[in-house]
T-cell receptor, first 113, second 112 residues
């Protein structure tokens, strides 16, 4: 089954404790992206990657890092999480030609206390 | 990227047809119109995409007038499970896009 998986689905952590949210897709997609969703603000893009070893900032990259060492994986790293990073995070993937037809993961709900 | 405007919310009864209109006055020649559906606590899901006239799939229909300054997503005979947020997006489909810009969408509530 074609899908995007994220782990963990739920995470409660404390300020400053480094964490990684994993994202993996099995559709051989070149394009992958991370979004955060907050009430009243909609979905905002954090980082995206057009292919392996190619990443770029989205609209809200501050406080986040990403890497794309393999085509299927695109982890999101929070080096020093802060409470304002409490949010619902989504990973998505698509072909480069079909960025408007993205497949989204189930989401990771992160709470930073 | 063309800006889109949609109603914040809509209500419908089960079994009715629901039409959600999106305004995109500044749509560019190469832009396509794409709609996503998002259920609570789930990721958005691609529903339909079109350039002009009418597109239909197993989920919905998309009507686009000749001037392309608006579009209407039509959901036939909605059920309770169609309760979701629907997003209209406008942009190029040819590989030059790097991101999707989601607005706040239209929250559809279907009741018995």
């Amino acid at each position: 089954e074609a899908q995007v998986t994220q782990n963990p689905r739920y995470l409660i952590t404390v300020t400053g404790k480094k964490l990684t949210v994993t994202c993996s897709q099995n559709m051989n997609h070149e394009y992958m992206s991370w979004y955060r969703q907050d009430p009243g603000l909609g979905l905002r893009q954090i980082y995206y990657s057009m292919n392996v070893e190619v990443t770029d900032k989205g609209d809200v990259p501050e406080g986040y890092k990403v890497s794309r060492k393999e085509k299927r994986n695109f982890p999101l790293i929070l080096e020093s999480p802060s409470p304002n990073q409490t949010s619902l995070y989504f990973c998505a993937s698509s072909t480069v030609a079909g960025v408007y037809e993205q497949y989204f993961g189930p989401g990771t709900r992160l709470t930073v206390t | 990227l063309a800006k889109t405007t949609q109603p914040i919310s809509m209500d419908s009864y089960e079994g009715q047809e629901v039409n959600i209109t999106c305004s995109h006055n500044n749509i560019a020649t190469n832009d396509y119109i794409t709609w996503y559906q998002q259920f609570p606590s789930q990721g958005p899901r691609f529903i339909i995409q079109g350039y002009k006239t009418k597109v239909t799939n197993e989920v919905a229909s998309l009507f686009i007038p000749a001037d392309r300054k608006s579009s209407t997503l039509s959901l036939p005979r909605v059920s309770l499970s169609d309760t979701a947020v629907y997003y209209c997006l406008v942009g190029e489909r040819d590989g030059t896009a790097s991101k999707l810009t989601f607005g706040t969408g239209t929250r559809l509530q279907v009741t018995l």
